[in-house]
């Protein structure tokens, strides 16, 4: 099992940048695959990324490519996400989730965070 606690949201002006962090517990981090989802008020749930369990695989949402970046630190038990020119629509809030799988990561599964609050003001 894992613990996952997000950080890092804020407020932010269209066009800035915000860096989230998700940190893990246990020993076994290096074995998740690991992903950002993110969720608007009145919306779905909806993938943002993913990255393999030793970081040589990305995934992005058409929406956020080129802007956003995911990346991890194993020795940290973290995985981030680097959000630049950001966008009012935007808006959510951030979750990360992880599992062995990427595929589960991908699709919505495994193990979840509380999330993390991201507003950007136009």
């Known amino acids: 099992q894992v613990q996952l606690v997000e950080s890092g949201g804020g407020l932010v002006q269209a066009g800035g940048s915000l860096r989230l962090s998700c940190a893990a517990s246990?020993?076994?981090?290096?074995?998740?695959?690991m992903g950002w989802f993110r969720q608007a008020p009145g919306k779905e749930r909806e993938f943002v990324a993913a990255i393999s369990w030793s970081g040589g695989s990305t995934y992005y949402a058409d929406s956020v490519k080129g802007r956003f970046t995911i990346s991890r630190d194993n020795a940290k038990n973290t995985v981030y996400l680097q959000m630049n020119s950001l966008k009012p629509e935007d808006t959510a809030v951030y979750y990360c989730n992880a599992d062995h799988d990427i595929v589960v990561v991908s699709r919505r599964g495994g193990y979840w965070g509380q999330g993390t609050q991201v507003t950007v003001s136009s």
């Open positions: 246990g020993r076994t981090f290096s074995s998740y695959a």
